[in-house]
């Protein structure tokens, strides 16, 4: 565990590069979105194949008759627009009419929708006013061309903002969707630190949507919120700049921050997580032991590429290649930045078969892709993370912190495993 | 515009992708928005393949809309071209770039790459998976196959395997074997594991064995139009199929050579008296139109099943699939909509359900055992062992899988007999399904209320919802009512064949205009339906 250095990555120069991008687009969201808010159902504007990314990328799950669907456009949609916002009433009112429980609906636009223009905005307006007070409709992009994978979590709860009620009390926002069980444990040590109130976005229901006005404060917990931060910040809503909570590190430090906004001491936050603390440290030494010394590479996904490269050369002794991310907000991963030791290549956006030929050239211990590289990146005989994993696992917090290390540090312990057992497969190329 | 939760085959440009994906030495270029990389995912996990599928997309983003989408596309050929060194191109547009309008083949046309450029016309919003297949494998023949001299010895091609298949792999294997044995070459096995310049010699085959129509049936008519190849019509999935397909190929090539069936195992073990418990057992049957009406031949000619309902998802096999569906005295069902086949399963109340993937959840749900025979599936369904479908392999494999998920023969004589045992009781289920059999739901009387909704809650990690629509109005149909001492008789009757029971003495009392069901009613209604 390297101590911090002053020479951070914030300066170190950004590769940037356009080509093809192999990442998933925003619709993927409402694969968690859906399971969080729930009495919400997403309603995907779209095309044949996206209500075919869907079923692939929830696998098992869309056979739990889930609170989302694809209205697919077809060739008579395209013809007359006028006729499209009617089938879209149509629909709507069937969908609402089948689920009487659902009391939010995300209107989803995607590549065709905004492509043909269907005003997607106005449909939510106009069915908002034929549903209510039952049933709120709201519209967001979770479209390849506008966004990538995490983004559309950022979309959609940058869509809720505009809606939420005005408060005037100082509050405390906890912003991004996570696990439940996660989001418990963090209010549960919020609440022993004494920073209060404290409401979530998203909420689990409707009812308990939160409030925003001047005085709220809002910390992320996740690093792909840009634009829902820009939201609340328009909503008079300020801020709290910190590293994201994962690993013991990242969560000290957040939950410092989050305590100096509400006048409480540093000293506090020590007192009160000094046992989580050791039992994160103690949980991720495990797995660190297999960690330590290997060499890493991100390719770009998810946007938590940057907070991770952090836990993992900090706390887990990892020594990071390349950091790709799809985008980098440099206000939001700045603080994460200052604490990556200068080394690692920072590369922002893709060109998957340049960035190939750079993850063979240095052949890191390993690389942490799509389901769409990993498998024929292990054929070449290089380990990997698939990283959709990272956003569908709890990772955050204390009691996640082993956990976290721990996915890392599976595919290495299983090739060590079979290794043993009998020769690896040479790739045929 | 129309309401999708599940679907069971992708748009046509992943279709279009399974051609590539199972053909070597050619490259696609796909005009398509970031995301759609999504479909990769589909061979490398599903498929679990070592190696990129070779598709490059362009992967616009909104900011390029505005500027030179068609620059970019020139770029990703260009690119495509340079790193990989296809022995040709094929390009295509997917569901947005079809709206944009680009022209993939004109622009790829002017670029004057050194190989074949082999355009592809997608219609997103009119079709499906399976016609991008068919449709890019004909394009690829048409523009690389030739008429040639035919080759001296008896050759033929096998038409019609891709990437993503169902057991596409071994039933190449198999039917390769069946044919050397018979003393015919394979010339070229296509699109799976072809290049385009095997493509460009399918010529000198002397005949086409088609072995998917879903897939490569236009191929194979062209080709029997323009190279002079007649090809085989039946499909060899089953014993007697296969056997009439033997005859076939002897007819097309000559061949007298004698097939040795010494390890078909299939018609002794269904006419073996353990399978004696199986006759009449009535089936449901779903999937794509090839596989579904082959399953059909199957359960009713060689198992002794009865089809009790059959369908396609398939629009192009309907005819065919309809008017084998008359012939069995049943009505077809040629839907897309999973939610119209789930009605369909539990209005035909069956014993046992052969589908896809989206059918094996539908059995789940409602306790009904299913064997999987059709594509869509998943990832287990790419088995690591040899399983065929097609030839006399495939017919033992066939004979395994349908009947495991079965009640064994002596366990249903058991839960007969001591159907009040504390620990042999129905709710128990198979014993071989260990712990977690289902349990049978009842879903028609108002009495299984709490059934149904025990069923949606196990359906998944959902919280409970409301019962679906159909199944309210079904309970508000139901005008005659069950008496304690009937209910009670009925519980008796075991979990795998109630629901038939109670199906059938409904429709007894009312066609017999009775309001009450008591146990003479029951029993008059088991006469009455005796076989």
Known sequence: ?429 | MKLTLWTYEGPPHVGAMRVATGMKGLHMVLHAPQGDTYADLLFTMIERRDHRPPVSYTTFQARDLGGDTAGLFRTACQDAYDRFRPEALIVAASCTAELIQDDPGGLAETMGLPVPVIPLELPSYQRKENFGCDEAFLQIARALARPMARTDAVSCNILGPTGLGFRHRDDVAEITALLNEMGVAVNVTAPMGARPSDIARMGTAHFNVLLYPETAESTARWAERELEQPFTRTVPLGTLATRAFIDEVRALSGSTRPVDENRLRQPWWASSVDSTYLTGKRVFIFGDGTHAMAAARIARDEMGFEVAGLGCYNREQARPLRALAREMGIEALVTDDYLDVERAIESAQPEMILGTQMERHIGKRLGIPCAVISAPVHVQDFPARYSPQMGFEGANVIFDTWVHPLVMGLEEHLLHMFREDFEFHDAAGPSHHGGHAPRRQESTTPAAQPAASAAAVSGGSMPPETAPAHLQTDLEDTAVVWLACAESELRKIPFFVRGKARRNTEAFAVQRGLARISVDTLYEAKAHYAR
């Open chain 1, 1 to 429: 565990m390297t101590a911090p250095t002053p020479t951070g990555c914030r300066d170190a120069p950004v590769l940037k590069e356009r080509g093809q991008r192999e990442v998933f687009c925003g619709l993927t969201g409402i694969i968690w979105l859906h399971r969080k808010m729930q009495d919400a159902f997403f309603l995907v504007v779209g095309s044949r194949t996206c209500a075919h990314l869907l079923q692939s990328a929830a696998g098992v799950m869309i056979f739990a008759e889930p609170r989302f669907g694809t209205a697919i456009l077809e060739e008579k949609d395209l013809a007359g627009m006028a006729d499209a916002q009617a089938e879209l009433d149509r629909e709507v009112a069937r969908l609402l009419d089948r689920r009487h429980d659902i009391r939010r609906l995300f209107l989803v636009g995607s590549c065709p929708s905004e492509v043909i223009k269907l005003d997607i905005g106005k449909a939510a307006e106009r069915l908002s006013a034929a549903h209510a007070p039952h049933v709120q409709v709201l519209n967001y992009s979770g479209s390849g061309i506008e966004t990538t994978f995490t983004e559309g979590e950022d979309a959609c709860l940058a869509a809720m903002v505009p809606v939420l009620s005005e408060s005037d009390r100082k509050e405390l926002l906890l912003v991004g969707a996570l696990p439940d069980v996660v989001e418990d444990q963090t209010l549960g040590l919020l609440d022993a630190i004494g920073v209060t109130p404290v409401r979530c976005l998203p909420a689990r229901r409707a009812a308990e949507a939160p409030g925003v006005g001047s005085k709220t404060v809002f910390a992320l917990t996740q690093p792909f919120l840009g634009e829902t931060s820009a939201a609340l910040v328009r909503r008079g809503a300020r801020r709290i700049a910190a590293p994201f909570p994962f690993g013991a590190e990242g969560t000290t430090l957040w939950l410092k921050a989050v305590a100096a906004e509400f006048g409480i001491a540093p000293e506090v936050v020590d007192r009160v997580t000094a046992a989580p603390r050791a039992r994160a440290a103690k949980a991720v030494s495990g797995a660190a032991e297999t960690l330590r010394g290997k060499r890493i590479f991100f390719m770009p996904d998810s946007q938590l590429e940057i907070p991770l490269a952090r836990f993992l050369t900090r706390e887990c002794g990892m020594q990071a290649i390349e950091i790709g991310t799809p985008y980098l907000h440099t206000a939001i991963h700045g603080p994460e930045l200052d604490l990556i030791e200068a080394g690692p290549r920072l590369s922002e956006g893709q060109d998957v078969d340049l960035q190939l030929d750079r993850v063979r050239a240095a052949r890191p211990d390993l690389t942490v892709c799509g389901l769409g590289l990993a498998n024929p990146l292990e054929a070449e005989g290089l380990a990997t993370k698939w990283a959709i994993e990272l956003v569908f696992t709890p990772i955050h917090f204390y009691e996640q912190a082993g956990d976290l290390a721990a996915l890392f540090a599976r595919p290495l312990r299983r090739r060590a495993l079979l290794d043993r057992r009998a020769p690896r497969l040479e790739a045929a190329e």
